[in-house]
């Protein structure tokens, strides 16, 4: 039997998620959680080269199921996890580490994020929508441990919000996904209804409008709970800033992206229906609200996780804008998006979390000269500073520039420039905030608290950066390919 | 026979209808916990129905595992911890108990009006439950957000998943077993980690009062 790369991704963040609990000693507990995410990237890498060739990657029985648009989705995934994993064993893993913990604190905490990876790659590697929801919930389970992790008032409330609030969405995505089988029910006649989502691609032509409009209704609500839209984004500046970074920024680039995808793969079957044109309207109106709303907050939030997190609202709403747009321009601008999104948004966290242990505070208002006094951070900070804010050639404008241009070719001028304005706020807004904490005068004592060892924050961001600046300028053909089936994956 | 059967189903969908109308408007945790756990058992007994009535085996297994884990263990890790973390036994309510028992109606409204015209579309006989499941659904969220507890909170989701598992039955005869197995480990995990964050809760604030958890705002 050939080895299956799909099973091996499942496996190998499962069976270091129970080894950690048992090798000695710090440095072996530290050792195993990083050779759990590269051993994950190394099995997506091998999967995305399999899927390049051959179009999919599959099980028997199609049980576990990835294609083009599931393989960016676990690509994306992989890199950040792993970047996530080495910045921890710089930021909690070690002795005399800033925050560091206890060796069983520091056994469980890899633990549940390696689970977490597992519950986010079962996502992607999901045939079946029962099972894509079962994954989802999943992660909301393992990461509410994550945002409490800390046991601080704080925390615990963050993370209380965020069990609830997610959960509730969910069991209302539990009945859309119910709502769609009912569909595929009615469409097919007799037995052969199923969840399965190329089953549903099949038939979905025959599928009756009403009914999926209001599986869309509950859907919508439940993933986009999860996805952070406004005004159902409620938990998640909360559960961004309270949590460890190294969890911040996988929630931000990874999680979000989940739910999104899902949504995604609900697209793609509404799209197949003929003159259908809801989910468009629900993915313009949520993107609009979200953008405009995070916009807004942005404006005002001095506290620099929570700048990060509405900066992941407004970047949802953008991609969801993307999508709402259609068109091949318009879904290559968002799932391209969801990659540069992630890249740029976790090293900016995890840059940030250095900055914040260095400055001794969260507050953007109390420091200042930080490219004098860090001046690596300062430039990493610097360079996803301005790529989040839209700037070219960065990756992130790229992306942007082809989902407001594919706006514009497809008509929507007033959503398009509703993005545009949404834009320039935040752009401003970012500028304000970033150069009074980069440049200004350097604190005479320097900042209290920088790091003496950083060789895992340097390769997470070493990983990260090069996608942040590099994807604007030339993207690699491979990933041009695998962009390019995504798109197709979704529009049929 | 038939007839028979379908009275039976009749029976039991009321009584969990009704069974999540007491629990909206019922002052007494322990009493809400164990009219969940009737509710579920009234749950299986419509999944064994369905069973029978529309020969799809399979449904006595999901009904099974649900009277189990639904009706019995988790009303007992509920009542567990009520009592480990000394939970006063009255439920803090926002929302008086008049003014409950009228948002039960409104929910058995809204969900007539949102799924009553889909009742003829459905492939599925027993599609005349969906008005009711989504009556629960609605309750449950309802209890989610009008009660300060966490512990109710916890409550209402569960009930709202009760009603989502009716949903299935009336609209596809479930999701399958291994599914329904999936969801039903999420729920346990579910009841776990809320646990667990009760445990904290009690020990940071000692209180488990929603209401304590509003210091992030902004």
Redesign the interface.
């Known amino acids: 039997m050939p080895l299956e790369w799909t099973v091996v991704l499942l496996l190998v963040p499962a069976a270091c998620a129970g080894l950690v609990e048992v090798v000695p000693g710090r440095s072996a507990v530290n050792a195993v959680a990083i050779a759990g995410a590269l051993g994950s990237l190394i099995a997506v890498l091998a999967i995305v080269q399999q899927v390049l060739l051959q179009g999919t990657a599959t099980t028997p029985m199609d049980a576990l199921y990835v294609d083009a648009l599931s393989a960016v989705l676990l690509l994306l995934l992989s890199v950040v996890g792993l970047a996530s994993v080495l910045y921890s064993v710089d930021y909690l893993g070690r002795e005399g580490s800033p925050h560091s913990l206890s060796l069983p604190q520091l056994r469980r905490y890899h633990a549940f994020v390696l689970l977490f990876l597992f519950t986010m790659f079962l996502v992607g590697e999901a045939n079946n929508l029962g099972l894509l929801w079962i994954a989802l919930e999943g992660t909301t389970l393992v990461s509410a441990l994550l945002v409490g992790f800390y046991h601080t008032r704080k925390s615990i409330e963050a993370s209380w919000k965020y069990l609830v609030l997610c959960t509730v969405g969910l069991v209302f995505a539990l009945f859309g996904t119910l709502l769609l089988y009912l569909a595929s029910a009615t469409a097919s006649g007799s037995a052969g209804a199923s969840l399965d989502w190329t089953a549903l691609i099949q038939i979905a032509p025959k599928f009756d409008p009403g009914l999926v409009r209001l599986a869309l209704v509950f859907l919508f609500v439940g993933y986009g709970t999860k996805a952070g839209f406004a005004p159902l984004h409620t938990w998640l500046p909360d559960a961004h800033s309270e949590a460890p970074t190294p969890v911040s920024a996988l929630l931000s680039a990874g999680l979000l992206k989940c739910a999104i995808y899902a949504l995604l793969r609900v697209d793609a079957i509404t799209l197949r229906m003929p003159g259908f044109t809801f989910a468009t309207w629900l993915f313009l109106g949520f993107g609009v609200v979200s953008v405009l709303l995070a916009a807004l907050f942005i404006l005002v939030q001095r506290d620099l996780k929570r700048l990060l997190a509405y900066h992941s609202v407004e970047h949802i709403g953008i991609i969801s804008i993307g999508i709402g747009f259609g068109g091949p321009l318009g879904l290559f601008g968002a799932i391209f998006h969801m990659v540069n999104h992630a890249a740029t948004k976790a090293a900016l966290f995890l840059a940030g979390g250095d900055l914040a242990v260095a400055a001794r505070t969260k507050d953007l208002d109390e420091i200042s000269g930080a490219l004098t006094a860090i001046p690596a951070t300062g430039t990493v900070l610097l360079i996803g500073g301005l790529a989040l804010a839209g700037v070219p050639p960065f990756s992130i404008f790229a992306s942007e520039f082809l989902i407001v241009s594919s706006g514009f070719q497809a008509g929507d001028w007033v959503v398009a420039v509703i993005l545009l304005v949404a834009l320039a706020i935040v752009f401003g807004g970012l500028l304000l905030h970033l150069t009074s904490a980069l440049f200004g005068p350097k604190p005479r004592q320097g900042f209290p608290g920088i790091r003496a060892r950083v060789v895992g924050t340097a390769l997470a961001i070493g990983l990260l950066l090069p996608l942040v600046v590099g994807l604007g300028l030339l993207l690699p053909n491979p990933l041009a390919t695998l962009l390019h089936d995504a798109v197709r994956v979704v529009m049929g | 026979m038939t007839s028979d059967g379908l009275l039976l189903l009749e029976i039991a969908a009321s009584v969990v209808l009704v069974t999540a109308w007491i629990a909206l408007v019922h002052r007494r945790l322990d009493a809400q916990v164990r009219l969940y756990a009737i509710q579920s058992l009234a749950l299986a007994v419509i999944s064994g129905l369905v069973a029978y009535l529309y020969s799809a085996p399979l449904l006595y297994l999901t009904g099974a595992l649900f009277a189990a884990l639904n009706g019995a263990l988790l009303p007992w890790i509920l009542l567990t911890v009520r009592r480990e973390l000394r939970i006063p036994p009255e439920a803090n309510m926002l929302v008086s108990v008049r003014g409950s028992a009228l948002a039960g109606l409104g929910c058995l409204l809204l969900a007539v009006a949102?799924?009553g015209?889909?009742t003829p579309?459905?492939?599925?006989p027993a599609a005349g439950l969906l008005p009711i499941s989504v009556t629960v659904?609605l309750v449950?969220?309802f209890v989610?957000v009008s009660r300060r507890k966490?512990f109710s909170?916890v409550l209402g989701?569960l009930v709202?998943?009760n009603g989502?598992f009716l949903?299935?039955l009336a609209?596809?005869y479930g999701?399958?077993i291994l599914?329904e197995l999936?969801?039903a480990?999420?729920l346990l995990?579910?009841a776990i980690?809320?646990r667990?964050?009760l445990h904290?809760?009690k020990d940071?604030?000692d209180s488990l009062d929603?209401d304590?958890?509003?210091?992030?705002e902004?």
Do not use: K, W
């Open positions: 949102v799924v015209p889909l579309l459905a492939a599925v659904v449950g969220l989610t966490a909170q989701i709202m998943e989502v949903a299935g609209l596809t999701l399958g599914l999936g969801i480990a999420n995990v579910l980690v809320s667990l964050f904290r809760m940071s604030f929603a304590v958890l509003r210091s992030l902004g």
